[in-house]
């Protein structure tokens, strides 16, 4: 991973001012005989084809270009295959299009159409096929995207009626919990948290702290918000979900001007999930034009006033997935600090020393008691400017009274 990755030392409060830059075709490569094969329409000439990107997860893009012929129809056709190499490489271009196919399934346009998948002849590498869309802006229009994502949401029906998904899906090369499937919103993400927490100390190490943060998450934060979805007469329905929803996934179609989405990990949850990785600032999709017209379109879930709470519970998973396939971003300590609100908000009897911590990040008793001398001075500088506001008010009066009395004394 390059120290230039846009995640790497951003402060998590900063927006990035930088337009995203379109990805760059470079040359042409040995096209494997199975890609051949699964070209969608027989009896094609191939024109060329050619190396676009190589993806920060170790995927790359390539662009396929080539002329149909069947009967009188003559035209030109773009086609794209996503190479995979590594051992999570079969795992991740099933699951991509698993969820690529699921996603145009319910909104047809919405994502690249797969075509097909498989693993290469002359290498260990795999391959999936997908129809090629010219990338413009990214993100794309925040009205535009905010009412197709939505629409998706909500027109998706799982197929068993509960949360999950029918494969193994991934977070770029990390494999997600989401071949299950659960009655409870709550027990899954449960599982897939879980799964995120044993990744992150395999990774980085032991970090006490962190890992007792980490339990009451799970143990305590998660049932206090989640659980209630599905309690006192409230429901909610498992969407179909992109699953990475974020500036770089997202764009506008340069031909027909529409949103679209690509690179999904898909799996059923609750619809406001996918928006938990907009909640870093880092991100473009964190502008509030995003959020706001989100919300129009699919009204948050109640408990409405928990929304918040869920949201920065959502935005864990995403902001561990950067920590754990980014070296050098500073994404662990921010979900450090994130637990500890979280805590803070829904368990504070259950972690009273660490709450504190997060209250004065300094931890040490003298700096607290110099913030409470502070206070206590900026206090007794407060009331003595209201004092002295009051006098000269008093003073103002009296001058004021004295002038008139001198005016009616004149005109007697």
């Given at each position: 991973m390059s120290t230039d990755h846009p995640h790497v030392n951003r402060p998590n409060n900063v927006a990035p001012e930088e337009e995203i830059k379109p990805p760059s075709t470079y040359g042409s490569f040995p096209l494997d005989e199975a890609v051949i094969e699964s070209l969608p329409v027989p009896?094609?000439?191939?024109?060329?084809?050619?190396?676009?990107?190589?993806?920060?997860?170790?995927?790359?893009?390539?662009?396929?270009?080539?002329?149909?012929?069947?009967?009188?129809?003559?035209?030109?056709a773009d086609n794209e295959e996503k190479v995979a190499r590594g051992p999570s490489a079969s795992i991740m271009c099933e699951g991509e299009f698993e969820s690529m196919k699921?996603?145009?399934?319910?909104?047809?346009?919405?994502?690249?159409?797969?075509?097909?998948?498989?693993?290469?002849?002359?290498?260990?590498?795999?391959?999936?096929?997908?129809?090629?869309?010219?990338?413009?802006?990214?993100?794309?229009?925040?009205?535009?995207?905010?009412?197709r994502l939505a629409d998706m949401h909500m027109r998706s029906v799982s197929p068993t009626g509960k949360f999950g998904f029918h494969t193994t899906t991934c977070h770029g090369t990390i494999t997600q919990i989401t071949d299950i499937w659960e009655e409870s919103w709550a027990v899954l993400y449960r599982k897939q948290l879980a799964h995120m927490f044993a990744m992150d100390l395999e990774k980085h190490g032991s970090w006490p702290e962190f890992e007792q943060l980490c339990d009451l998450i799970l143990k305590k934060v998660i049932p206090r918000l989640l659980e209630p979805l599905q309690s006192e007469g409230r429901s909610i329905k498992p969407c179909l979900l992109h699953g990475d929803c974020w500036d770089e996934n997202t764009a506008t179609d340069m031909q027909t001007t529409e949103p679209f989405i690509f690179d999904a990990g898909s799996f059923y949850g609750h619809n406001e999930y996918d928006t938990g990785n907009w909640r870093a600032p880092r991100h473009r999709l964190s502008g509030k034009l995003y959020v706001k017209n989100y919300k129009r379109n699919f009204f948050p879930s109640e408990p409405k006033e928990d929304w918040d709470g869920r949201n920065l519970l959502y935005s864990l998973r995403f902001n561990i997935g950067t920590s754990i396939l980014i070296p050098g971003c500073n994404q662990r300590e921010i979900v450090f600090e994130d637990m500890k609100e979280l805590c803070r908000r829904y368990c504070p009897e259950d972690s009273p020393t660490l709450i504190q911590r997060a209250q004065n990040p300094a931890g040490t008793e003298e700096e607290e008691e110099e913030e409470e001398e502070?206070?206590?001075?900026e206090e007794k500088d407060e009331k003595k400017k209201e004092a002295e506001d009051e006098e000269e008010e008093i003073e103002e009066e009296e001058e004021e009274q004295e002038e008139e009395e001198k005016e009616k004394s004149a005109k007697h």
């Open positions: 009896g094609t000439k191939l024109i060329s084809w050619h190396d676009q990107e190589i993806l920060p997860q170790g995927m790359e893009y390539r662009i396929i270009v080539y002329l149909i012929q069947v009967f009188t129809l003559t035209g030109l699921a996603i145009n399934e319910v909104s047809p346009s919405l994502a690249p159409k797969p075509w097909a998948r498989g693993k290469y002849k002359n290498e260990d590498s795999y391959f999936m096929l997908t129809d090629f869309r010219d990338v413009g802006k990214q993100p794309p229009d925040p009205v535009k995207f905010t009412a502070e206070e206590e001075e």
